[in-house]
Structure formats: C-alpha cells, structure tokens
C-alpha cells in the first residue's frame, strides 16, 4: 500500500509544476490598429485601368497583354517574359516607365516610351501590334 500515497505526491508534484507553468505563462492579446487609407487615383488614367489584349482580325489574341491598374503601375506579360513599370497619361499618349524586364530591375529613366492613343482612347499600336481593352 506503499505505492498510492507515492502516486499520490508524484501527482501533486506534477500539477504543481503545471499550475507554476500556467501561472508564469501569460498570453495578451494584441490589438492591431489599422487606418484606412483612401487611394487617390489620377482621374486621367482611369478610362485606362483594365487589361488590354492585342486584337487580330475582330478577335482577342491572349498570347501578350497589358495590364494597366488603377495605382498607376503596368505589367506587359507574354509568353516567358514579364516587364513592369508606371503609367500616366500625357496629352493623348499612354506613357510607358519600366522599373523592371523579366525580374531585373531597370536604372530610372532609362526605358520609356509614348504610345498614342486613338481619339476615343479605345485602342492604341505598338509596333505592328493593335491593343483595344478587354470587354467583359
């Protein structure tokens, strides 16, 4: 009978230990503050923000396009090869700022380039290539 008051006391113990944990340990919560912020959005590029796809024959050829968002950035993606930059509007030309070429990043101001806009904005050419926003 020598065994229970043993089993006993080993017990003890090791709710003691437990409940010493417990004690010492303490959680607080955290709170995050988080502000809102309200993106301003150059009204000039706005009739812009959307994808725009290359167009062949009345139809959407979806092997390159032109992402333009409305934070003012651009990402032109093709088949393996990505590039990005910052878009604005001058006059009546989309102007193109790369910042980076397939994940290396471009010296500012050193590849750029001004595309004219049709009269409605609804489509514009680079190279041979005629872009028109998509439609969903």
């Keep these: 009978m020598k065994?229970?008051?043993?089993?006993?006391?080993?017990?003890?113990?090791?709710?003691g230990?437990?409940?010493?944990?417990?004690?010492?340990?303490?959680?607080?919560s955290v709170k995050k503050h988080t502000k809102a912020v309200e993106a301003v959005v150059d009204?000039?590029?706005?009739?812009?923000?959307?994808?725009?796809y290359v167009h062949e024959n009345g139809k959407e050829s979806h092997a390159q396009r032109?992402?333009?968002?409305?934070?003012?950035?651009?990402?032109?993606?093709?088949?393996g090869w990505k590039s990005e930059g910052k878009f604005?509007?001058?006059?009546?030309a989309l102007a193109l700022e790369w910042t980076a070429v397939d994940g290396a990043p471009v010296k500012a101001g050193t590849m750029h380039k001004a595309i004219t806009l049709s009269a409605n904005k609804s489509s514009f050419v680079i190279d041979r290539y005629t872009y028109a926003k998509h439609v969903e």
């Design 43 to 52: 009204p000039t590029i706005v009739p812009l923000v959307g994808t725009w």
């Design 66 to 79: 032109l992402s333009l968002r409305k934070n003012g950035t651009f990402a032109f993606i093709g088949s």
């Design 3 to 15: 065994i229970l008051p043993t089993l006993l006391t080993l017990s003890a113990v090791s709710l």
């Design 88 to 92: 604005s509007v001058k006059a009546n």
């Design 17 to 28: 230990v437990v409940t010493a944990f417990a004690q010492t340990s303490t959680h607080h």
